[in-house]
Each structure stands twice: as structure tokens, then as C-alpha cells.
């Protein structure tokens, strides 16, 4: 790896064990002033041991280190904060009974005649808040642990920067954050890179690596497998870089042909299923799919406990409704819908992350009004949910498509609720 005039940082051949484990196996690494770089690859691939290596956590057992073009010799935190390297871990070091200004100049408080300096602190809190432009921080006086967890996440940025950090790792950042509050801190991120500040962004979500990053760099078992321009390569090279094949043939399947019919039902009818009919074959899986619900809750005694709940529980308590029993029931239900999806969702991503369907609120409650649910209260229906879901998501996928800024979003998935409610009231005064 040659160094650029721009190079920041280099890590050439480092090399880490952890008994007969190799965490790091020769790997080399790049970063740029003002540049965003991305480390990706799979749990595993040696990406927390290569930062904890920077950041002096753990000491390599051969390698080099060179910051802009000198050897940098870091064997402790201290070392590695003295020479402007800063990390952010997914789990914010804030002390969250101290105020933000405190947790800014934790370890470095201005001090006046052995006393601790309040004034001049949170003056000097303020200047570097107004300084980086991190409007979101309005009181430097507050208690951190009042704060969201992305104005924690400014606040250890500013934390990283009063201290003359030029280098700055984010270890998954986004993983609790709203899509709101992800779109702020790109905008922060954005801003330090334009000041010359190096960011090494780590994350398993390709679609932020591909929307923010200059380069990214994939780690593969303790190897380094390539670096590429973003600009240059696409989510499928990525995640074959990442796992080591084509994503085609994440899923392949062995040809296989079933036997004779061991089972054939025609035109099945009961109290519940009408017209159902399927053939099994021998040496074949059969599924039966259909919407969770679609023959639950209108056709069940369960289904009606739950609809005399949700109508009036007092009245449903009072007519002998066992309560606490369906509720523990429907919680038990959502919860294995819930580890569906999320199981879904990592299969998708690649990555398991348990605050990856937050700031998808608003897009849930859109979906079940625009497919018939009444906004006032009443029943609905699981088709129709499923219908406004799709509408929602093709509205969703075309609007970040086209660039439209996320408060703009918010603003249209805002009116075609409003729109939803308006022929809502206009059915239900037509049937008055």
C-alpha cells in the first residue's frame, strides 16, 4: 500500500492472535484527511480487533502504525487519544449523571484556584457546540442521561473533537438511532469530513456505507480483501467481498426431483378453511403459506375475546373474558412474528441488530390506515393492512429513490394519512 500526500493514517501488516485464534492476519488499511472510510465485513472478520489495535485496547503482535507518514507507536488509550485518535463505541462511554459541558471535558475540567471552573466550562462547551455546528446540543447544562441517544452520540463527537481528535471511528452508530436522527448525524459527519477530519465508519447496513462513504475497505477472516472507491463497486461485490462468494449462491439448491403423490386433497370444507386443496409428494417439503390471522381472529372465539377487549375491556372483564390470559396469548404471538421478521431482516442485511426497526413507526401506523383500518378505532383486516404496507413501501422506495429529503418524507407519509382519515370519516358519514 503506497501513501498518498493526503494519508492520514496507515496500518501495514498487522497481525493479532488470540491463542490459536487469528483475529488480524496481515492486514493493511488506509485513511485520508477528510476522507470517510468504511470498514465492512461479516461478525467476526476482525473489524472490533483492527479499532481496538488503533485505538490502543489491544497491542498488535506485528504490523506498523504510521500517522501521516510517520511511525506511531500507540500501546495504550492515552497514547491513542494523544495523537487525535478517538473511537465511539456502539456503547457510548457518557457518564449520564454528569451534564454535557462535564462530559465534554471529562478528565481535562478547566480549573481555577484548585476548583473546579463551571463558568468557563460551559462557555468554553458552548463555543465548540456553535464551532462544530452542532445545533442539535441546545443546553450544555442538561443531564446527558435526559439526552436521545443521537444527541449522545454528539456529545462524544464533540468530546472526540474539543480534544484535537483528526481521527474518528464510529463503531455502528446508527444501530439505536431513528431515520431522523441517522440523516443528522450524516449531516455532522459530513461537516468534520469537509474540515479534514478522517472518519472510519464502521456498519453492517450497505446502504449507508454506499450513501456516505468516499471508500470502504472489507475484512474477511482476519484478512484484508480489498478497498474500492464507493463509486466504484456495488452492494453485490460487497457482499461477496464479505462472504466470499456470489450472493447468488447464498441460497443455492441441489436439483432434486419428488416421487409419486402420498397425498391428494380436493376441495377441502369446514367451519374454517373453504375449497382448500393440495397434492403431497413423496421426498418433497410442502408449505403452507397465508397471512397470520387471515382465519384467527373473525372465525375464533379467541378473535372475538380480543375484538371485546380491544372495544371495551371493562365490558369484556365483566361478561367472564379470561384477560390477562389472551393478553399474555397475543404477546406471545407478536413476539414470534416479531423473531420472524427479524430473522428476515438479517438474512437481508447480514446482520442482526435489535433496534433496526425503529423510526419505522410512522410507516407501520400509515400502512394500517391506508388499508382500511379506521384511525378512530374498528376493526381491519389483514389484507388490507398488507396492501397498504406495499403501497406504503412503494412510496417509501420512490421517494428516497428520487432524493427527497427525509423531513420532506415524513411530511408526505404525513398527508396520505391525513388523506386516509378524510375518506375514512367520508365513508363512515355516507353509512350514518
Avoid at 25 to 38: K, N, P, S, T
Avoid at 80 to 93: D, K, S, T, W, Y
Avoid at 342 to 347: E, F, H, K, L, T
Wanted: with cysteine; hydrophobic share 45%; glycine share 12%.
Amino acid at each position: 500500500m503506497t501513501a498518498t500526500a493526503s494519508t492520514l493514517l496507515q496500518l501495514r501488516g498487522v497481525r493479532k492472535h488470540f491463542g490459536g485464534v487469528k483475529a488480524l492476519d496481515g492486514v493493511d488499511f488506509e485513511l485520508r484527511a477528510g476522507e470517510i472510510h468504511a470498514l465492512l465485513g461479516e461478525n467476526g472478520a476482525g473489524k472490533s480487533t483492527l479499532i481496538k489495535v488503533l485505538g490502543g485496547i489491544h497491542l498488535p503482535d506485528s504490523g506498523e502504525i504510521f500517522l501521516d507518514g510517520s511511525p506511531a507507536h500507540i500501546r495504550s488509550v492515552s497514547d491513542a487519544n494523544r495523537m487525535g485518535v478517538r473511537i465511539i463505541h456502539q456503547e457510548l462511554a457518557l457518564a449520564p449523571n454528569l451534564t454535557v459541558a462535564e462530559n465534554i471535558y471529562l478528565g481535562r475540567e478547566p480549573c481555577r484556584f484548585a476548583l473546579l471552573d463551571r463558568g468557563r466550562m460551559n462557555r468554553d462547551a458552548v463555543g465548540l457546540v456553535r464551532e462544530l455546528r452542532l445545533s442539535e446540543i441546545h443546553d450544555v447544562t442538561a443531564v446527558v442521561s435526559r439526552l436521545s441517544v443521537a444527541r449522545q452520540q454528539l456529545v462524544e463527537i464533540a468530546r472526540a473533537l474539543s480534544s484535537q481528535a483528526r481521527i474518528l471511528v464510529l463503531d455502528e452508530p446508527t444501530s439505536s438511532l431513528s431515520e431522523a436522527e441517522t440523516e443528522s448525524l450524516f449531516a455532522t459527519l459530513r461537516r468534520l469530513r469537509a474540515q479534514g477530519v478522517g472518519i472510519i465508519y464502521i456498519s453492517h447496513r450497505l446502504e449507508e456505507i454506499l450513501r456516505l462513504a468516499d471508500r470502504v475497505t472489507v475484512l474477511r477472516d482476519g484478512h484484508s480483501i480489498g478497498t474500492q472507491r464507493v463509486g466504484a463497486i456495488n452492494q453485490r461485490e460487497l457482499v461477496r467481498w464479505m462472504v466470499g462468494r456470489d450472493i447468488a449462491q447464498h441460497y443455492a439448491r441441489a436439483a432434486h426431483r419428488p416421487g409419486g403423490v402420498a397425498l391428494e386433497v380436493c376441495g377441502l370444507r369446514n367451519g374454517r378453511v373453504q375449497g382448500v386443496s393440495f397434492t403431497l409428494r413423496y421426498g418433497e417439503i410442502l408449505s403452507f403459506a397465508g397471512l397470520v390471522g387471515a382465519g384467527l381472529l373473525h372465525r375464533t372465539r379467541f378473535g372475538q375475546h380480543l375484538y371485546a377487549m380491544g372495544g371495551n375491556r371493562e365490558a369484556a372483564r365483566f361478561t367472564g373474558i379470561p384477560l390477562a390470559r389472551i393478553e399474555i396469548t397475543v404477546y406471545v404471538i407478536c413476539s414470534l412474528l416479531a423473531g420472524v421478521a427479524g430473522m428476515i431482516s438479517a438474512a437481508q442485511l447480514y446482520s442482526a441488530e435489535p433496534a433496526s426497526g425503529e423510526g419505522f413507526e410512522l410507516n407501520a401506523i400509515a400502512a394500517v390506515v391506508v388499508g382500511g383500518t379506521s384511525f378512530t378505532g374498528g376493526v381491519g383486516t389483514m389484507y388490507g393492512t398488507l396492501i397498504g404496507a406495499v403501497i406504503i413501501g412503494i412510496l417509501d422506495k420512490g421517494l428516497n429513490q428520487a432524493g427527497v429529503h427525509f423531513s420532506i418524507q415524513y411530511i408526505v407519509k404525513g398527508l396520505v394519512i391525513l388523506a386516509a382519515v378524510y375518506v375514512d370519516v367520508q365513508r363512515r358519514n355516507r353509512h350514518r
